[in-house]
């Protein structure tokens, strides 16, 4: 379904993961995050390499599921017994994600969990994804949340973690959100629609910068870690816990 949430006046009210976005959420996400599908990709092709009998993966804010899906589907034909576990605090979402599981990928499962990603248990994760959610959580829990996923991720293990990046510098933050503006505009958001957007996300999702999030990475323990992608204002990290 396509996204026109903010075509009307009543959309600029404070940002939820709710039924109505649920419904138009993959449209949103391919409109919105710069080279949607090549993150989709390259968090596949690095989390197939840590994969072994026996792994858990979890995905944190797995919203509509489409990179659980899209994983299944690409570690499936190698037969490797692994559990996925997404994590997701909106139940409209997780419903979403579940109606989408049309196929079986035995010896691979897949569980879906409705709760907060702070307090849910994680248990043993081989590689912990967190793609364009660490960006909702609380700017002050922040350093205390990737430090405890460092606590928990098994040695060896990989945390894979996107964002959008607020930059220090003002000539640097003016330019690089008026590109973002500009993709989405040619992709087919109108000035109103971004406006209300922009309103409807103040204080819910707060960027931090570049360096902020490796610093965030470097003070958990991860002494291995570096950008897998950047376009402007938006990156993905990758973290490697060193083995035992």
């Not at 989390?47 to 499936?76: M, Q, R």
């Not at 220090?168 to 000035?191: F, I, N």
Request: charged share 25%.
């Amino acid at each position: 379904m396509r996204d026109e949430l903010f075509k009307h006046p009543e959309s600029s009210k404070k940002f939820e993961f709710n039924e109505a976005v649920a419904n138009v959420f993959e449209d949103m996400l391919s409109r919105s995050i710069p080279f949607y599908q090549e993150v989709l990709r390259l968090t596949g092709e690095l989390t197939l390499k840590f994969c072994h009998p026996g792994s858990v993966i979890y995905d944190l804010g797995c919203s509509t599921g489409t990179l659980i899906h899209y994983l299944a589907d690409l570690i499936a034909p190698f037969r490797i017994p692994v559990t996925i576990k997404g994590i997701d605090s909106s139940q409209a979402m997780l419903d979403k994600a579940r109606s989408q599981s049309n196929s079986s990928h035995e010896p691979l499962a897949i569980e879906w969990i409705c709760g907060d990603i702070q307090t849910t248990p994680i248990l043993k994760p081989t590689v912990i994804i967190l793609n364009y959610t660490l960006q909702f959580v609380s700017p002050e829990t922040r350093q205390a949340f990737v430090t405890k996923l460092h606590a928990e991720l098994e040695p060896g293990g990989l945390l894979i973690m996107s964002e959008k990046l607020r930059s220090d510098q003002l000539v640097v933050r003016e330019l690089e959100t008026e590109c973002y503006e500009s993709l989405k505009r040619r992709h087919g958001y109108s000035e109103i629609e971004i406006s209300r957007k922009r309103q409807a996300l103040e204080n819910v999702l707060v960027s931090f910068s570049l360096e902020d999030n490796l610093s965030l990475l470097r003070n958990a323990g991860f002494e291995s870690s570096g950008i897998a992608f950047k376009w402007h204002n938006f990156a993905t990290f990758w973290a490697v816990k060193d083995p035992m």
